[in-house]
Structure formats: C-alpha cells, structure tokens
C-alpha cells in the first residue's frame, strides 16, 4: 500500500526549531517529487516547498513565508523525507502534510499538528 | 504570484444535484491544476489533476474541465459523501498556489 505517515510535530516556543518526518512506504521516494502543504487551525491550505526526484537533482523551491527558515530534505536509503523548520513564528501554527507530487498531488500522509506559541 | 479564485465561496445544493465549482488564475496556467476535496477533520483528497483527469479510484460523477485560466469542477449527482470542502491549486509555476475553497453544504 502506498503510504506516507509524518511524525515530530508538536508544541514549540517562537523562535524555536522542530524537525519533521515523513516516512514513504509502498513506492521508491527518490522516483517522485515531494512537497509540503500546511493548513492553519480552521484556515485553508497552504503550499510550503517541494523537493524534485533523484533524475532532477533534488533541488528545491519554498514559499517566500518560509524561504530562508524551513529547508527541505530527503534520506533515501530511509525513505524519508524531512522537513527542518526554524525561527518558527506563530503564524506557522499548522498541520503539516506530507504529499507525494505525482499526478497533481495524489498521495497525503494524515498531516501532524505544530503548534508554536509562548 | 498566481492568484486562484474559486466561486462559489460556500452553495447549498440537494442529494441528486449537480454542482458546478469555478476556478480562475490569474495568469495562464496551461492545464496545471487539481481539485480536492476535504471533509472535517480529515486530509484533502485529490479528484482530479492535469485539469480534467480523474485520479485513481475516483467516481466518475466528478469530473474537471479548462485550460489556461478558467476551469471547472463538476458534480453530475451529489451524494451524502460529497458534501465536503473543495479546493483547486495550481502547479504550473512556483509558488504553487490554492484556492479559497468551496464548501458544499446540505439544502
């Protein structure tokens, strides 16, 4: 089954760092492009950055909201992908999905909550 | 960046239906979108992407049509488990961009 489960949300200070992860299964991650898409409490969805595949260098693109704090990153011998958020504001408050960019974006993992408040 | 509007902001409609959602860029975005569909609580779910493809085990009822700036996502039957929250996005060019959302609600 094609699958794609994120962990490492939780609460942080402003200011902080948090480290998501989001584990693929049922596919070979460095065939596909990635992205992270994040939707505030009530609000709706925002897309954060996407990584390219293997073929294309694993570059990768951001939203000027979090260009310069969030980097994204990939381990393929895990089959992971990353996302490293840094000097989070409140404004980054979200849940954070994980998305395989293939079709559109065809596969969401079931998102984990970051919460970044004093 | 591509600015994408959706009307309706919010319709009402009946089992049996059909709906119709419009998306529009504010620049050309060749056939560089997909439609979603979100419930409460729950992870949006792709229905349809390239404009007018149906994603996998999708139901036919919904179907997508346009190309460049204006586009549409149409419901022939609504049913119980259709009511939901619908967005288009655009990935023809960096930063991808959405919609505001459709919410589709019980008459």
């Known amino acids: 089954e094609v699958q794609l489960v994120e962990s490492g949300g939780g609460l942080v200070q402003p200011g902080g760092s948090l480290r998501l992860s989001c584990a693929a299964s049922?596919?070979?991650?460095?065939?596909?492009?990635m992205d992270w898409v994040r939707q505030a409490p009530g609000k709706g969805l925002e897309w954060v950055g996407r990584?390219?595949?293997?073929?294309?260098?694993?570059?990768?693109e951001y939203a000027a909201s979090v260009k310069g704090r969030f980097s994204i990153s990939r381990d393929d011998s895990k089959n992971s992908l990353y996302l490293q958020m840094n000097s989070l504001k409140s404004e980054d408050t979200a849940v954070y999905y994980c998305?395989?960019?293939?079709?559109?974006?065809?596969?969401w993992g079931q998102g984990t909550m970051v919460t970044v408040s004093s | 960046d591509i600015q994408m509007t959706q009307s309706p902001s919010s319709l009402s409609a009946s089992v049996g239906d059909r709906v119709t959602i419009t998306c529009r860029a504010s620049?050309?975005?060749?056939?560089?979108l997909t439609w979603f569909q979100q419930k409460p609580g729950k992870v949006p779910k792709s229905v349809i992407y390239?404009?007018?493809s149906l994603q996998s085990g999708v139901p036919s009822k919904f179907s997508g049509s346009g190309s460049g700036t204006d586009f549409t996502l149409t419901i022939s039957s609504l049913q119980p488990e259709d009511f939901a929250t619908y967005y288009c996005?655009?990935?023809?060019?960096?930063?991808?961009?959405f919609g505001g959302g459709t919410k589709v609600e019980i008459k």
């Open positions: 390239d404009a007018s």
């Open positions: 049922g596919f070979t991650l460095s065939d596909h492009y």
């Open positions: 998305v395989r960019g293939h079709n559109g974006f065809d596969i």
């Open positions: 990584t390219r595949n293997k073929a294309h260098s694993y570059t990768t």
């Open positions: 620049q050309g975005i060749r056939n560089s």
């Open positions: 996005q655009q990935y023809d060019r960096h930063p991808f961009t």
